[in-house]
């Protein structure tokens, strides 16, 4: 599913969330990468970094006709960091739901964090960095014992 009629620009930085929504809602993975520049960087929940515009939407094309599917994604607050007239730092949380193990069983829903680190271009605000990160309630680090990573929380 491509939604070709969406904008793929942001006119202010308060728009990223909100079109890589869109495009994510809409399957339409060139939309959401169009949001970066070319030699944008991602960081995934986990760990994986992709290093330019072609990654980024191969990796979410990937994603979003497997085990994303079906996923819904919601952002639940918005914080725009101005640097300058034309850097911003954009902070989202997000919910997501929809979500499919292996098998196709679904999962629970979860909660992230995500930095976007924009810039003011010609055609609008872009995207230079994007950092998503989960949150696991309950826990303040983690610990990785035999190669297994175990979240973990040291508060009394």
């Given at each position: 599913m491509t939604d070709t009629?969406?904008?793929?620009?942001?006119?202010?930085?308060?728009?990223?969330?909100?079109?890589?929504?869109?495009?994510?809602?809409?399957?339409?993975?060139?939309?959401?990468?169009?949001?970066f520049v070319e030699d944008a960087d991602f960081v995934n929940v986990v760990g994986l970094w992709w290093h330019n515009r072609a990654d980024i939407q191969r990796a979410h094309h990937y994603g979003l006709t497997t085990f994303f599917k079906d996923s819904q994604i919601s952002a639940r607050g918005v914080k725009v960091r101005r640097v300058s007239d034309t850097v911003a730092i954009v902070h989202t949380r997000w919910r997501l739901t929809g979500q499919i193990d292996p098998q196709g069983a679904?999962?629970?829903?979860?909660?992230?964090?995500?930095?976007?680190?924009?810039?003011?271009?010609?055609?609008?605000?872009?995207?230079?960095?994007?950092?998503?990160?989960?949150?696991?309630?309950?826990?303040?680090?983690?610990?990785?014992?035999?190669?297994?990573?175990?979240?973990?929380?040291?508060?009394?």
């Open positions: 009629t969406a904008p793929t620009h942001a006119e202010t930085p308060e728009d990223i969330p909100r079109l890589f929504a869109a495009a994510w809602m809409a399957r339409d993975a060139q939309a959401l990468a169009a949001l679904p999962l629970d829903s979860r909660t992230a964090v995500m930095v976007f680190v924009t810039e003011k271009r010609s055609t609008g605000w872009m995207v230079l960095a994007a950092h998503n990160t989960d949150v696991v309630p309950g826990a303040e680090t983690n610990s990785v014992r035999n190669a297994t990573m175990t979240p973990l929380d040291y508060r009394e």
